[in-house]
């Protein structure tokens, strides 16, 4: 079998290191994709992407990150007959199209570690449904916040210290954003719906509360009663709506969730026979990822992979959705109706209500520096 990889850095190395050290295989790689090319490098290694799709491989992998021009090269690979095994959680959820493109063509877009990384979360997803219903996905699906917070709340560090020791230890980027404003985790989310619920959604429909406000208030409000804060991603199906949320939450020490520290991951389905099913492991890395990918390759290879009969579909907030939530604001005298217990004079724990009355209040009263948490006891 002939494979091509788009890209050589941390995934697309461990790719090529985990297929180097695998006995008893056909699968050859025909072509890399770099950006520069050096001296050291044989021939299979290339800076034109016209060589990769002149080689004709019958699988390209796609590790080179970001929005372009890896939408282009996957979307060019899945019309010329090509199937395409991707970690780019950031692009897939950003274009959605591509799974019509591949099921259009008769090719197969595979994407086992865009989320959780090593963790085989979308492929027990498949397993469950076989004989099973979904009705809800859970997850810390972000490492970078997952140890964030545990250095927060497990010693006496600053987020900001917290935060350039992560950029140090390369668990967060130099520009962060998308891991502490929660938009990684909304990405993740999108393509778990997908795979849970067979629903393609638009990923900006998600509302998304990351942990870039988080302040030692917050933090001190979850220790005196005894909890802990999780940036969450969780989507529920009621009927044939989804309620879809990414926000931090304040939880029970003894939650499960809670015991999850450092940069790992955890993610939970509830289907109607199985019940609660946990994953948890390395969420990212250049071997855990590379290892989600060649389990892919690998049930490509024998063909055991098949496409979702997914339908388009919106997220409904309004009706499934009621919770309490803690929230920090600079007017919180526009929540009085929601609020059950002051806490001092910018927070508050609303009472039991469903989010989108809250949702529009935060629209209509812009506090950049605001934070909320869903509560669960």
């Known amino acids: 079998m002939k494979v091509a990889l788009l890209g050589h850095g941390t995934v697309g190395s461990g790719v090529e290191k985990i297929l180097n050290g695998m006995k008893d295989t056909d699968i050859d790689i025909c072509g890399i994709l770099v950006r520069n090319i050096r001296p050291d490098m044989d021939e299979r290694y290339t800076d034109d992407v016209e060589k990769i799709f002149g080689n004709k ?78 009705v809800s996905i859970k997850g810390i699906i972000n490492g970078t916040c997952n140890y964030l917070l545990s250095r927060l709340f497990n010693e006496d560090i600053s987020f900001a210290d917290a935060l350039k020791n992560a950029q140090e230890l390369g668990y967060a980027e130099a520009d962060p954003s998308d891991d502490i404003c929660g938009y990684d985790s909304r990405y993740k989310l999108t393509l778990s719906i997908y795979e849970a619920f067979d629903k393609i959604m638009d990923y900006s429909s998600i509302p998304c509360f990351g942990i870039d406000n988080i302040t030692d208030k917050d933090i001190q409000y979850a220790k005196d009663n005894n909890m802990v804060i999780k940036l969450i991603a969780s989507a529920d199906l009621k009927g044939n709506n989804i309620s879809a949320f990414v926000m931090p939450c304040f939880i029970r020490k003894d939650d499960i969730f809670a015991s999850v520290s450092s940069n790992n991951n955890i993610l939970m389905s509830d289907s109607k026979y199985l019940g609660k099913a946990y994953f948890a492991g390395q969420g990212a890395g250049s071997l855990p990822t590379g290892h989600a990918i060649v389990q892919d390759l690998l049930d490509l290879k024998n063909n055991e992979m098949c496409l979702n009969e997914s339908e388009a579909d919106k997220i409904d907030n309004d009706i499934s959705r009621l919770g309490v939530f803690y929230i920090r604001h600079q007017n919180i005298a526009a929540f009085k109706d929601y609020i059950a217990e002051k806490i001092s004079d910018d927070s508050f724990i609303s009472r039991r209500c469903s989010f989108k009355g809250i949702s529009d209040i935060i629209d209509n009263n812009h506090d950049e520096k605001m934070f909320i948490g869903e509560i669960n006891r």
């Open 57 to 134: 491989p019958e699988c390209i992998i796609e590790c080179l990150g970001g929005d372009e021009p890896a939408y282009s090269y996957v979307k060019r690979a899945l019309e010329s007959g090509i199937d395409v095994i991707s970690a780019n959680k950031k692009m897939l959820s950003r274009h959605m199209d591509l799974f019509d493109t591949a099921k259009s063509n008769n090719t197969k877009l595979l994407f086992e570690a865009s989320c959780g990384g090593g963790i085989p979360w979308l492929i027990n997803i498949r397993r469950i449904k076989r004989n099973d219903e979904i």
